[in-house]
């Protein structure tokens, strides 16, 4: 059974840079298209980058030139490199698993989902 982990998480600055780590056990994530998506207080959980198993990659317009999703197949790891941090990039972020990155990124269509990581920007 797939089980993710979420890491990275923390405080940083105004337009600093985080790197978020997803670990996948139990089986390959080569398997998966893994998505990340970020809940902030009060607002539904919205998607923020997923990336297919051929290492394709689909951002939110909000991060669109900012975050950068990777896949490490052999350490069962996908990083999300956070850039230019923004206050409205606050919020707890998840990954989760699913068979495609599909044109429209919905919670709908991932399972497996990790406890989250909490990332506050702030001066």
């Known amino acids: 059974q797939l089980q993710l982990v979420e890491s990275g998480g923390g405080l940083i600055q105004p337009g600093g840079s985080l790197r978020l780590s997803c670990a996948a056990s139990?089986?390959?994530?080569?398997?998966?298209?893994i998505g990340w998506f970020r809940q902030a207080p009060g607002k539904e959980r919205e998607a923020v980058s997923c990336?297919?198993?051929?290492?394709?990659?689909d951002y939110a317009d909000s991060v669109q030139g900012r975050f950068i999703l990777s896949r490490d197949n052999a350490k069962n790891t996908v990083t999300l490199q956070m850039n230019s941090a923004k206050p409205e990039d606050t919020a707890v972020y998840y990954c989760?698993?699913?068979?495609?990155?599909?044109?429209?990124?919905?919670?709908?269509?991932?399972?497996?989902w990790g406890q989250g990581t909490q990332v506050t920007v702030s001066s």
């Open positions: 989760g698993a699913s068979d495609i990155c599909r044109r429209h990124l919905s919670t709908d269509d991932f399972g497996s």
């Open positions: 990336i297919g198993t051929r290492g394709n990659t």
């Open positions: 139990g089986v390959s994530l080569e398997y998966f298209a």
